[in-house]
């Protein structure tokens, strides 16, 4: 599966923004979607993911309750939905997919264990 993150740009503090990761390749319901971000000098973080079909998805506690993640298999897109910006949130950030058509949650997503990487895109939030 190949993916394509988009939708970043610059912001002020406050807004929202909403990430989109493309996906091209058979069985994207299949694949467990995850948002990671690296700001500069920083180590990559973990933002959150979002399982195969049905699962309810999972939140980093630096995003919980200001992001949102969810998914269209029709469109073989997911989504990030980023409210109440803050500067701290400026990176790059990046979609991820790991096949796992039966997990709902694997803790080494959020160690960075998925399979297949995109292209980031930057999001700039100003104060």
């Known amino acids: 599966v190949q993916l394509q993150a988009s939708g970043g740009g610059l912001v002020q503090a406050g807004v929202s923004l909403t990430l989109s990761c493309a996906a091209s390749g058979r069985s994207f319901r299949d694949y467990a979607i995850g948002w990671f971000r690296q700001a500069p000098g920083k180590e990559r973080e973990f933002v959150g993911a979002?399982?195969?079909?049905?699962?309810?998805?999972h939140y980093a506690g630096s995003v919980k309750g200001r992001f949102t993640i969810s998914r269209d298999n029709a469109e073989n897109t997911v989504y990030l939905q980023m409210n109440s910006l803050k500067p701290e949130d400026t990176a790059v950030y990046y979609c991820?997919?790991?096949?796992?058509?039966?997990?709902?949650?694997?803790?080494?997503?959020?160690?960075?264990?998925?399979?297949?990487w995109g292209k980031g895109t930057q999001v700039t939030v100003s104060s």
């Open positions: 991820a997919a790991d096949y796992n058509p039966f997990t709902s949650w694997s803790s080494r997503w959020e160690e960075g264990g998925m399979h297949y």
């Open positions: 979002i399982g195969s079909s049905g699962s309810a998805p």
